[in-house]
């Protein structure tokens, strides 16, 4: 990197850090830094973060808050670790990748165990083999290959990742220019566990809930809300950032998507949630609580309405493609590496060819596998991000990747999302229903001058450039 960029990136960190104090005057500050970064996504976030200062809506209220509730150290790292080194420097290095053919993911989601202390109804991962984990130096190459790769940001899932906290609060404490998100079900993150991640800063924890306590409790327990409850409170007072991960299904959609319920967390200090639909993957996969069509359309308008007007970041792994370009899978954007070290094109489509053990992150990203999914993007003719998944949006895409590639399952079943012909019916259905709902709305977006994704805007060309 050349010192003049070196420079700049240092005025832009220091530039944020003093822009998040939780004073609306100080967000102005972040009309200079984004004129002086060069990358068009980036600076056209900063510039509608410092549009929403104005209004103090959208982004602007829940940097607001996270200035006023998030320590020092923790808000350092998030800029310095996330929109720094994973989103100018990473990207930097990826697009450097991309000019000598070769594609690298913008991040990395690993499950070095999958063994849980507790055995929820429905896991998506459930079925994984609990034998075997990765070790603390098959995590370090990981880590080392995934920052060579501009992967500053890596998402640890599982299993439940606590279950391994002394290997992880090394490798943290040992990588402390990444960014770090951990899914977990709150429950062993106890006072000593807590005040490390307050020093180290660059770790956020995502705690799993289904709604409050009776909901919660039915599915992952008795008493794991109260656990996970004073959780979110010890995370609360040592100022270290964290957010709720909740799966909504047809019984729930309603519960979970509410203000009242969004409000109930962000009183508890959650600053971010993730919201995934509940999948039919796995043995006898329950089809019923899949959301309806219908159901998943009006929970993402109101996800996306709450968004703007609620101090919290929101994502919504369904129905915001058109936020984040479509599908994230195949290496496109992210990849996932199991306890077995094996490498999957998502974490809900548990399929993969190569194994970390005997491949780097960047061959397994480029291998013919996942190549032919990303081929296949954006699935549809017309491009239609608002179905951007190729499991249960577009069907065919997985099963042809599988089919033309002979890639073997993950774990007993998991071919059944491709091969039952009682969920294969099913799920065509869904696919069909789907499309019709939302192919006219895409179709009014993208010729919309005014939309982000009107049809000759080169970043929607873009999406069809292998």
């Given at each position: 990197?050349?010192?003049?960029?070196?420079?700049?990136?240092?005025?832009?960190?220091?530039?944020?850090?003093?822009?998040?104090?939780?004073?609306?005057?100080?967000?102005?500050?972040?009309?200079?830094?984004?004129?002086?970064?060069?990358?068009?996504?980036?600076?056209?976030?900063?510039?509608?973060?410092?549009?929403?200062?104005?209004?103090?809506?959208?982004?602007?209220?829940?940097?607001?808050?996270?200035?006023?509730?998030?320590?020092?150290?923790?808000?350092?790292?998030?800029?310095?670790?996330?929109?720094?080194?994973?989103?100018?420097?990473?990207?930097?290095?990826?697009?450097?990748?991309?000019?000598?053919?070769?594609?690298?993911?913008?991040?990395?989601?690993?499950?070095?165990?999958?063994?849980?202390?507790?055995?929820?109804?429905?896991?998506?991962?459930?079925?994984?083999?609990?034998?075997?984990?990765?070790?603390?130096?098959?995590?370090?190459?990981?880590?080392?290959?995934?920052?060579?790769?501009?992967?500053?940001?890596?998402?640890?899932?599982?299993?439940?990742?606590?279950?391994?906290?002394?290997?992880?609060?090394?490798?943290?404490?040992?990588?402390p220019d990444m960014y770090f998100m951990t899914y977990t079900?709150?429950?062993?993150?106890?006072?000593?566990?807590?005040?490390?991640?307050?020093?180290?800063?660059?770790?956020?924890?995502?705690?799993?809930?289904?709604?409050?306590?009776?909901?919660?409790?039915?599915?992952?327990?008795?008493?794991?809300?109260?656990?996970?409850?004073?959780?979110?409170?010890?995370?609360?007072?040592?100022?270290?950032?964290?957010?709720?991960?909740?799966?909504?299904?047809?019984?729930?959609?309603?519960?979970?998507?509410?203000?009242?319920?969004?409000?109930?967390?962000?009183?508890?200090?959650?600053?971010?949630?993730?919201?995934?639909?509940?999948?039919?993957?796995?043995?006898?996969?329950?089809?019923?609580?899949?959301?309806?069509?219908?159901?998943?359309?009006?929970?993402?308008?109101?996800?996306?309405?709450?968004?703007?007007?609620?101090?919290?970041?929101?994502?919504?792994?369904?129905?915001?493609?058109?936020?984040?370009?479509?599908?994230?899978?195949?290496?496109?954007?992210?990849?996932?590496?199991?306890?077995?070290?094996?490498?999957?094109?998502?974490?809900?489509?548990?399929?993969?060819?190569?194994?970390?053990?005997?491949?780097?992150?960047?061959?397994?990203?480029?291998?013919?596998?996942?190549?032919?999914?990303?081929?296949?993007?954006?699935?549809?003719?017309?491009?239609?991000?608002?179905?951007?998944?190729?499991?249960?949006?577009?069907?065919?895409?997985?099963?042809?990747?599988?089919?033309?590639?002979?890639?073997?399952?993950?774990?007993?079943?998991?071919?059944?999302?491709?091969?039952?012909?009682?969920?294969?019916?099913?799920?065509?259905?869904?696919?069909?229903?789907?499309?019709?709902?939302?192919?006219?709305?895409?179709?009014?977006?993208?010729?919309?001058?005014?939309?982000?994704?009107?049809?000759?805007?080169?970043?929607?060309?873009?999406?069809?450039?292998?």
């Amino acid at each position: 990197m050349r010192v003049r960029d070196i420079v700049a990136r240092r005025i832009v960190e220091k530039t944020l850090l003093r822009s998040m104090t939780g004073r609306p005057n100080d967000l102005r500050r972040l009309l200079t830094a984004a004129q002086r970064i060069g990358d068009n996504g980036v600076r056209s976030f900063l510039n509608t973060f410092s549009q929403d200062s104005s209004t103090q809506t959208g982004f602007a209220q829940l940097f607001l808050r996270m200035g006023r509730e998030a320590s020092h150290r923790s808000k350092r790292k998030l800029l310095k670790n996330l929109i720094c080194n994973w989103g100018l420097e990473g990207l930097r290095i990826r697009e450097s990748l991309k000019e000598k053919g070769l594609h690298a993911p913008s991040h990395v989601v690993i499950s070095p165990t999958m063994r849980c202390n507790l055995h929820c109804r429905g896991c998506y991962s459930g079925l994984y083999t609990k034998d075997g984990q990765l070790s603390e130096k098959e995590i370090e190459k990981v880590l080392r290959e995934a920052r060579q790769i501009g992967s500053y940001f890596v998402v640890v899932s599982g299993g439940e990742p606590y279950l391994m906290k002394d290997t992880w609060m090394r490798l943290w404490k040992k990588h402390p220019d990444m960014y770090f998100m951990t899914y977990t079900n709150g429950t062993l993150l106890d006072q000593r566990t807590v005040d490390e991640l307050a020093r180290l800063g660059n770790v956020a924890p995502a705690i799993s809930v289904e709604g409050y306590q009776e909901e919660t409790d039915r599915r992952r327990g008795a008493g794991v809300f109260e656990k996970l409850q004073q959780a979110m409170n010890r995370l609360r007072k040592a100022g270290v950032i964290f957010g709720i991960s909740v799966t909504y299904t047809r019984e729930n959609a309603e519960l979970v998507s509410s203000e009242e319920f969004l409000r109930y967390y962000i009183d508890a200090g959650a600053l971010f949630g993730w919201y995934f639909m509940f999948m039919p993957v796995g043995r006898d996969p329950d089809l019923y609580l899949v959301p309806t069509p219908e159901q998943r359309l009006a929970f993402g308008r109101k996800v996306a309405e709450m968004r703007m007007r609620l101090p919290i970041f929101l994502a919504d792994f369904w129905n915001d493609g058109p936020a984040v370009e479509g599908c994230l899978a195949g290496g496109r954007r992210y990849l996932h590496i199991l306890n077995s070290g094996r490498i999957e094109a998502c974490v809900f489509a548990h399929f993969g060819v190569d194994n970390i053990r005997e491949k780097t992150i960047l061959e397994a990203a480029n291998s013919p596998f996942f190549r032919s999914i990303r081929q296949r993007f954006p699935y549809s003719a017309n491009g239609n991000l608002l179905r951007p998944c190729m499991i249960i949006d577009n069907p065919r895409v997985l099963r042809e990747a599988v089919a033309e590639h002979i890639v073997t399952q993950g774990h007993e079943h998991s071919e059944d999302i491709i091969r039952d012909p009682q969920v294969v019916q099913w799920v065509d259905r869904y696919a069909a229903r789907f499309k019709e709902l939302t192919d006219p709305e895409w179709e009014r977006m993208i010729d919309d001058t005014q939309n982000r994704w009107y049809r000759e805007g080169p970043a929607y060309k873009s999406l069809f450039q292998h």
